[in-house]
């Protein structure tokens, strides 16, 4: 740990204790139902509201949010802010609509949801995809930057043994159930905020110094304003012929108001919405306990581009003024995405290790909530409903921790080498189009079963491959076959020089025709399918308490919009 000091290696050690301490406590003190699988696996609706919202946002945020968004902080700016902001405001739509017809149908996994409303064969077709997904995409590339992002903070010689330590660190939370996730998620996003916090707050003194301006973190941020106006701007303009290529990868990856029209809805309701790695924390709770805890989460989603995107524009400003030259291009080659460890290094002996602590608690949390939730969807929708009906719940739970360890071995062993290739492609990206492709699918699947009586299980079938080919029509092929400007899209020039279609425009375009065809096939079934859901007025009352978490969170997203649209 050649960059660590002995303050820094005492505050992460005491971290690591705290966490681990905690978790055991936990996982004693409600020893008896640890062979319980509502326990294990939705911590037997014993976790407090705060405890939801702070797993959720800790099952979130992790190396690709500190490494990746930092990065397109560098070189894109606030924008990509809007990955955060929509999500709060698609957290309230969760909470209002999605989570009353989970619990009201006693929904515990995704899976489940699509047999109940559709049928077995769409149920199997998704959990197998859904495993698959997670072990190889999301669970591989969390484990992956982060050991890389770690490794380079500690000098860069500790890959593979970053890589272990994460992995148990991990395994030996996550076999306690969705429990000790749960409550040990509490210490890790204070630890993640207050480190985030104070690596944001040190950036921003660094501008500050940087121009003569003293140590003042507000002086810093009105000093960034003034050098990069073109990082705080929320909505891009469509290129024209006099754009610059930056103007242009801005917009391919942030496609101005077009975004807020199509994709980011998308992803944000795809994932906060029908993702068992994120709705399993709220599954096990009671209504009104569910609601608080997620619109608890979409409050501490506004303050997290604080965390993660501003130290990337400090890190552009002060580049751009001929500091962290060095730093930006460690290994010999300029990468935006060392924007953040380039940060960490200007930390004084005790933040390094505080911040170190930080990212630790993001990766940990997510590797053993991503881990907790394959272990779920193949005891729950595969073992015990195909290969061995009659298990106990002891058996369960043991299948579900085996289930555990062999996800996170396989992922070690991907990570090893970089099998994948996540660090050529970059990690962000890695994972927006792998999860991407399929999101339009999955989306229209459950919104219409939700919410439309007549939707079939043979138009859910065919919704999720329709919107796969789609997603991958118009992402690979369309500009090819179609060129580069129809009525539908227009698609502009890459840094390869290859014609693309915003990818966000891309999802939408997707999810419109897939919901077009699922809604065409429905028609030809009955005018009320036997398995849809009842839906009352009563599931979506809202109390006091809940409209005033709305209200605030609209309040600040409106307001942040209107300074930096």
């Given at each position: 740990m050649d960059k660590l000091h002995l303050e820094d290696k005492i505050i992460f050690v005491v971290y690591f204790l705290i966490v681990a301490g905690y978790g055991y406590y936990i996982y004693r003190k409600k020893k008896k139902a640890v062979m319980d699988t509502h326990d294990f696996f939705l911590a037997e609706g014993s976790l407090t509201w705060w405890a939801i919202g702070a797993s959720l946002i800790a099952s979130n945020i992790s190396a690709e949010q500190f490494i990746g968004m930092s990065g397109n902080g560098f070189t894109i700016g606030i924008a990509v802010a809007a990955y955060e902001w929509i999500a709060a405001i698609a957290l309230i739509i969760v909470a209002v609509w999605f989570i009353p017809v989970y619990l009201k149908n006693k929904i515990f996994t995704m899976p489940q949801f699509l047999e109940t409303r559709y049928n077995k064969s769409v149920s199997l077709i998704m959990s197998i995809f859904w495993l698959f997904l997670y072990v190889f995409v999301n669970l591989t590339s969390i484990l992956y930057l982060g050991a890389v992002a770690i490794n380079n903070i500690l000098g860069g010689q500790y890959l593979h043994t970053v890589v272990i330590l994460l992995s148990i660190f991990a395994v030996v939370i996550t076999l306690g159930g969705m429990k000790v996730i749960g409550f040990t998620d509490v210490i890790q996003v204070l630890v993640l905020i207050i480190g985030g916090l104070a690596t944001t707050y040190i950036s921003l003194t660094l501008v500050s110094e940087k121009f003569g301006l003293g140590s003042s973190a507000i002086a810093g941020f009105n000093k960034m304003l003034e050098d990069a106006p073109d990082h705080f701007h929320m909505i891009f303009d469509k290129p024209t012929a006099n754009s610059s290529q930056q103007d242009i990868v801005n917009y391919l990856t942030i496609p101005g108001i077009l975004s807020y029209l199509a994709g980011i809805w998308i992803v944000n309701l795809n994932y906060w919405g029908c993702n068992q790695y994120?709705?399993?924390?709220?599954?096990?709770?009671?209504?009104?306990?569910?609601?608080?805890?997620?619109?608890?989460?979409?409050?501490?989603?506004?303050?997290?581009?604080?965390?993660?995107?501003?130290?990337?524009?400090?890190?552009?400003?002060?580049?751009?003024n001929g500091a962290l030259q060095a730093e930006m291009s460690a290994g010999?080659?300029?990468?935006?995405?060392?924007?953040?460890?380039?940060?960490?290094?200007?930390?004084?002996?005790?933040?390094?290790?505080?911040?170190?602590?930080?990212?630790?608690?993001?990766?940990?949390?997510?590797?053993?909530?991503?881990?907790?939730?394959?272990?779920?969807?193949?005891?729950?929708?595969?073992?015990?409903?195909?290969?061995?009906?009659?298990?106990?719940?002891?058996?369960?739970?043991?299948?579900?921790?085996?289930?555990?360890?062999?996800?996170?071995?396989?992922?070690?062993?991907?990570?090893?080498?970089?099998?994948?290739?996540?660090?050529?492609?970059?990690?962000?990206?890695?994972?927006?189009?792998?999860?991407?492709?399929?999101?339009?699918?999955?989306?229209?699947?459950?919104?219409?079963?939700?919410?439309?009586?007549?939707?079939?299980?043979?138009?859910?079938?065919?919704?999720?491959?329709?919107?796969?080919?789609?997603?991958?029509?118009?992402?690979v092929y369309a500009p090819e076959w179609f060129g580069p400007e129809t009525i539908l899209y227009t698609a502009y020039k890459n840094p390869t020089g290859a014609y693309e279609i915003p990818f966000h425009i891309c999802m939408g375009l997707a999810f419109g025709f897939t919901v077009l065809a699922m809604v065409v096939i429905s028609l030809a079934g009955p005018r009320i399918n036997p398995k849809s859901f009842v839906l009352d007025k009563t599931m979506f009352k809202l109390q006091p308490n809940i409209i005033a978490m709305i209200v605030i969170t609209l309040l600040v997203i409106s307001a942040l919009y209107v300074k930096f649209w």
């Open positions: 994120i709705t399993q924390r709220a599954l096990g709770a009671n209504l009104k306990t569910a609601r608080t805890g997620i619109l608890f989460a979409g409050l501490l989603k506004l303050l997290m581009p604080v965390i993660v995107m501003l130290p990337g524009i400090a890190a552009y400003v002060l580049h751009k010999g080659k300029f990468n935006a995405d060392n924007a953040y460890s380039a940060v960490l290094g200007y930390l004084p002996h005790g933040l390094i290790g505080l911040s170190l602590a930080a990212l630790t608690a993001a990766i940990v949390a997510s590797l053993a909530g991503k881990a907790n939730s394959i272990s779920t969807i193949f005891t729950l929708d595969i073992y015990k409903k195909y290969i061995k009906k009659e298990a106990t719940e002891k058996q369960m739970v043991w299948t579900g921790r085996l289930t555990i360890l062999a996800a996170m071995i396989v992922s070690i062993f991907l990570t090893w080498k970089d099998a994948m290739g996540i660090g050529g492609e970059g990690g962000f990206t890695f994972i927006q189009k792998y999860t991407g492709f399929i999101s339009p699918g999955i989306l229209a699947m459950f919104l219409l079963g939700m919410f439309w009586k007549r939707t079939t299980g043979p138009a859910a079938v065919v919704g999720v491959i329709l919107g796969f080919l789609l997603s991958v029509l118009f992402n």
